[in-house]
């Protein structure tokens, strides 16, 4: 999680929107934080889809509209659907075929911490004692 917060903030110094340092990494953390207290890995995508749909989704109507103001709500609608159907489409589909794929790689299965692979219904792997 810090590691994708940190690629996030240094992704976003070269956005032309200077709220998006500030806005898309505080999205990027909430998600982070949320989804690591997901109960099981079919929630896991949805802290990610809701967190950009609302915070990015109101900085992008903020930039299109110029502030606050009657046309706001609209393009707000408007933005938090489309980056919202966006991140769904990345999270569910593409996250949910690296979450089940990664801990089936040996390399990755041994950076993956027990308790998680409980949780992502992974059994721990004994030697078998002859």
Known sequence: APGL?????????FSPYSLDVIFGTAATLIACILTRHMPNRYL???PPVLCNAVIVGAECAWYQVGGFGPAFWPAFGFNAF??????LLA????????LAALPRVSFFRAMIPQNRLERLGFEQKTPKLS
């Open 5 to 13: 917060v940190v690629g996030c903030f240094i992704a976003n110094l």
């Open 44 to 46: 896991a995508p949805l």
């Open 82 to 87: 489309t980056v919202g159907f966006g991140e």
């Open 91 to 98: 999270c569910y589909i593409l996250g949910s075929v690296l």
